[in-house]
């Protein structure tokens, strides 16, 4: 897979996202600013955005001039259309395992690492980290 580095004012926002990710902006800025870009944007040939309108929503909030992108070429119109909503889509349908991820954000906690980098709510951690406290409890036989 090719990626080059895009100015900004060259990638498309496509007209007909029906994804509203306004909320998600923040969270996704916070992450290229701490892990740098992990997953270009994807973009069609005319470089319309076919995955990735919060990464570059993102990039603009943090005042950057350019992203990895990597452009998806030969797909049919519904092709293209298909993968807009499939992208979106598939996280969706994945389910957490409550245990394990007690387990990692247990480790991030050891590791004196920043959890609100994580995505999750101070709600979400405290129950997963006390569910994940519970567990070991558990397991110990206490």
């Known amino acids: 897979m090719d990626v080059i580095d895009l100015p900004l004012a060259q990638i498309i926002p496509y007209a007909r996202n029906p994804r509203r990710n306004e909320k998600a902006v923040a969270s996704v800025a916070a992450s290229i600013a701490e892990f740098g870009w992990r997953q270009p944007i994807v973009v069609d040939e005319q470089m319309v ?6 990464r570059l929503e993102a990039a603009r909030q943090l005042g950057l001039e350019t992203a ?11 092709q293209a259309r298909a993968y807009r909503l499939m992208d979106n889509r598939s996280g969706e349908n994945a389910e957490w395992d409550d245990a394990l991820l007690g387990l990692e954000l247990g480790d ?7 959890l609100d980098l994580t995505g999750f709510t101070d709600g979400e951690l405290d129950r997963l ?12 036989g206490g």
């Open 49 to 54: 955005v076919l995955a990735g309108h919060t």
């Open 68 to 78: 990895p992108v990597h452009v998806a070429r030969g797909l049919t119109e519904a």
């Open 108 to 114: 991030l906690v050891e590791a004196e690492f920043d």
């Open 129 to 140: 980290l006390a569910e994940a406290v519970a567990d070991l409890d558990d397991a110990a």
